[in-house]
């Protein structure tokens, strides 16, 4: 299909606004008769709240009020409700928020807050997710067994495991026993976080009639809306949310976190906005953060190179609350064979409470965790039955007519593309020449895989109106958190209406003006809200066409919509504006019919249906899988350790290429995170103390870590999407952190089964293997 | 204690009193209503709050109140006074230079200054001039693109 806007590189719509500076965010708002916020924070990991003393604080000049946790002990959640937004009876991580005061000052807050004296009595904490699962380990939730939680996840009471997800194909133990050859490993990945450059921060105001409208900067309005009203019984028409800008989420703004602690100070202060924002040390400590994740993955193979078997153990290190976290645990899961067609697989997957940060959704979901095992198990897998890497994959990798781990027939999967133009680009099995002496040189490749991880009913909506002009408004709640969601949903409106982008304003990001949609997340909006928007694009033409056909006397299936013109296929001097039409068709006589145009879109991913609960097998438990594959090519300085990435090569299965230049620019920075986690990213937790938050400690990729990148993408429609788009934005995020760790063994032949692999982890392995000395 | 400072701020010159530990990005964002550079962590580290002050790309959750008596501030707003965009905000749409947008004004500040001190500056020393900006959505090959695009437009209207 040749298309207009679709598949060019519009620029972002905007662009303008962020270079100006002019986009207001969240913290930018400023708003008369404003309150402060401050948090009192557990200073303990597991302690029980004996009493807290407000006397003080209270007395203090510009102080307005002060909320405890037993003031609202109605407990929330997304899938699990184990959550209160204050603390209730016990805090159950260093940093959780206890005290909430709000003063005519941010200073006047802070200082009540140190004015608070709380008394706590500690608890034995769990600050080892394998430990913490084990029977015996203090409870983190005892009444577990008391929470609602959605009926695809199973909480174990009296323990620590808030889900445990099981997948049961074929029989992995006949199948081992038949193996020529089986590895086993064990992987640990560390707690990372997010860090967007904008840290958390929200707004909320009553007012007496029991309205509430925040301004939060959150990638969800509606779960936000949804968890409020749910937590505080208001019901949905008198909670406004609205997201104005989000300054990069990457899942940490999924869901909601911050909101909670405003909403009780908003009603007790009608008419005052309520404002709180993180600072980076809170973002660090008390927002989500990654997962930890401690894995241990066994593979059987035969001589022909054919894997058979895996068996996968996943212990997820969930923090303190898991109401989100749960379902890192089940996507990993049902994605836990990798992209291959393995006749034997059985996996657990724990997520386990500790009493560490909170974990939450980061970009991947699960499958930058996972992937960082599996595909280093393919590798060694090769190693074994004497083939390489490319080889192994291309026996195994998934393939059109391939089975999932949970039993479900594909019929779309670029991944043997993808692996060979990556192979073929890295030159994955030529040996190159390290730049000096004391460096060592090599190359690695790996895979991956993901699904949108979201409820079989994750819905979206749009709204095109047309204006008296021929110009357009298009209304999403898809917001665009950085990944360009506002200019491909434009591009897909003015393909679908044949009006340039610039004639089309965006809309999003507001619970009472724009249409529901269920999260910015799980990469799922270009295909997901994608769809919408042009359900509703199509909507508004088709009631052009109804008008027109009236107008030119030409059936609506001659019609096509051309520059703003309903016209005549066959006869294109016979044509009718958009404008004219726009809110309405007028007769020669003055009368008019129909009234403005409206174009309504709305979708929901059609046949997702649950897995089974034993089993976990399922034929279709999710709307599609994105395939892809990144390479690697690197050098190790022996004297370090330091790794130096020198270049990257990347090819995804996109469906469509929406928009080239947007699509590159996610890869790029896809990658450039990944490597981060690769090399050098980790949140340092001692007894369940954040020892690094900050970004002199943690520190993330600058411009100077960027390797040479090259991104390529090959086009399997998924013919459920818009042009037949599928996610990418967290995939793409996937593969490269395994990559490395491939290439680190090829230049040095040591395994590094824990990420980070810092100078400093390699350095010592060299110095155990005898390279350094 | 407030203190009367008189300051060049995005060219006029203002007289503003202010307490003296005040720090120059609150004072913008609060008290000139100038939202542009943001606060990403207060503490030097992350770029966001990049202004150029007597030249120099500066971190302004750094500079106190009391020390910009005399001197001249500019800020993102202070790029695009007469409502044309600096051919650096232009190369950031034209390349995708930018995503979420949050280190973007920060990103161009410190951009202004690199290019006006190295006019053709190689990749290299971008990525060095630009290393203390961080930013967590482009992975920065699309911001090295944009100033060398911008670097060529400069030198273009030069000649």
Known sequence: ?773 | MKQLINFKLNGEEVEHYAPLNRTLLKMLREDFDLTGAKEGCGAGECGACTVIMDGVAVNSCLVLAAELDGREVTTIEGLSMDGKLDPLQVAFVNEAALQCGYCTPGMIMTAKVLLKNNPQPSEDEIKEGISGNLCRCTGYKKIIEAIQSAADKYQAENE
């Open chain 1, 1 to 773: 299909m040749s298309t207009e806007f679709v598949g060019k590189s519009v620029k972002r719509v905007d662009g303008v606004k962020k270079v100006t500076g002019s986009l207001k965010y969240v913290d930018d708002l400023k708003m008369s008769k404003m309150y402060y916020t401050a948090i009192k924070r557990s200073p303990y990991p597991h302690a029980k709240i004996l009493s807290i003393n407000l006397e003080k604080a209270k007395e203090l000049k510009g102080v307005k009020d002060i909320i405890t946790g037993d003031l609202f002990t109605k407990r929330g959640g997304l899938y699990l409700q184990d959550k209160n937004f204050l603390a209730v009876g016990k805090v159950r991580y260093r940093g959780e928020a206890v005290v909430a005061v709000a003063a005519i000052t941010e200073e006047i807050a802070h200082k009540a807050v140190s004015l608070i004296e709380v008394e706590y009595e500690e608890m034995p904490a769990v600050t080892n997710a394998v430990e913490g699962m084990k029977p015996g380990a203090p409870l983190v939730h005892p009444d577990l067994g008391e929470y609602k939680v959605a009926p695809v996840f199973f909480p174990v009471p009296g323990t620590n495991i808030s889900n445990h997800y099981r997948l049961r194909k074929g029989n992995v133990d006949e199948a081992f026993e038949k193996a020529d050859h089986v590895v086993e490993n064990k992987f640990y990945i560390p707690h990372i976080q997010h860090t967007p450059i904008e840290n958390h921060v929200a707004i909320a105001q009553a007012e007496i009639d029991g309205t509430i409208q925040i301004w939060a900067s959150c990638q969800s309005p509606f779960a936000v809306r949804q968890a409020i009203s749910h937590d505080f019984d208001i019901p949905m028409n008198k909670v406004r949310v609205m997201s104005p800008a989000v300054g990069g989420g990457f899942g940490s703004k999924g869901g909601t976190t911050l909101e909670g602690i405003l909403v009780p100070l908003a009603q007790r202060n009608p008419g005052h906005p309520i404002k709180l924002t993180y600072s980076r040390e809170d973002e660090f400590q008390n927002a989500y953060v990654r997962q930890g994740l401690h894995a241990t993955i066994k593979t059987g193979i035969m001589n022909d190179g054919n894997i058979i078997a895996v068996q996968n153990e996943f212990i997820w290190d969930g923090g303190a609350y898991n109401e989100y976290g749960v379902n890192i645990a089940k996507a990993a899961g049902y994605a836990s064979s990798g992209p291959y067609d393995i006749e034997n697989v059985w996996t657990d997957s724990y997520c386990v409470y500790t009493n560490h940060p909170v974990g939450g959704p980061y970009r991947g979901f699960g499958m930058g965790e996972m992937h960082f095992g599996i595909e280093q198990n393919m590798d060694i897998l090769a190693e074994k039955v004497g083939i390489s890497p490319v080889e192994i994959r291309r026996i195994n990798g998934m393939r059109p007519g391939g089975v999932t781990g949970t039993g479900e027939v594909v019929e779309v999967a670029g991944l043997q593309e993808c692996l060979e133009i990556v192979a073929e680009r890295l030159k994955v099995e030529e040996k190159e020449a390290p730049s000096a002496p004391h460096k060592l040189r090599g190359k690695g490749i790996a895979s991956g895989w993901k699904a949108p991880s979201m409820p079989n009913t994750a819905a979206s909506s749009a709204i095109i109106k047309l204006n008296e002009d021929g110009t357009a408004h298009l209304m999403v709640s898809a917001q665009d958190i950085g990944q360009g969601s506002d200019t491909i949903m434009t591009q897909i409106a003015a393909e679908v209406l044949s009006i340039s982008p610039d004639k089309i304003t965006i809309r999003t990001g507001d619970t009472d003006h724009t249409p529901y949609e269920w999260q910015t997340v799980a990469s799922r909006i270009t295909y997901s809200a994608g769809r919408a928007t042009y359900e509703a694009a199509m909507d508004a033409k088709n009631q052009l066409i109804e008008l027109a056909q009236i107008k030119l006397g030409v059936y609506g299936r001659d019609l096509e919509l051309k520059d703003g013109f309903i016209v005549a296929k066959y006869h294109p001097e016979k044509r009718v504006s958009i404008a004219s039409l726009a809110i309405g068709l007028v007769f020669d006589d003055g009368s008019a019919v129909h009234g403005p145009i409206i174009g309504r879109g709305a979708f929901i991913p059609p046949n997702i249906r649950d897995a089974d609960k034993e089993t976990g097998l399922g034929d279709h438990p999710v709307a599609f899988w994105t395939y892809g594959v990144q390479g690697v090519d690197l050098e190790v300085d022996t004297r370090t350790g330091k790794v130096d990435i020198l270049r990257v090569i990347s090819c995804f299965d996109v469906g469509k290429v929406m928009n080239p230049q947007l699509l590159e620019g996610q890869v790029e920075g896809a990658i450039m995170q990944s490597l981060g986690t690769a090399l050098f990213e980790e949140l340092m937790l001692k007894d369940g103390k954040v020892l690094n938050p900050s970004f002199v400690d943690y520190k993330i990729p600058t411009s100077e870590d960027m390797p040479e990148m090259e991104i390529y993408f090959v086009e399997n429609p998924e013919e459920t999407g818009p042009f037949g788009a599928r996610g990418v934005a967290e995939p793409a995020m996937v593969p490269a952190a395994p990559a490395t760790a491939n290439a680190i063994f090829d230049a040095t032949g040591i395994r590094m089964y824990t990420m980070p692999m810092t100078a400093e982890r390699i350095y010592e392995a060299l110095k155990q293997k005898g390279v350094s000395k």
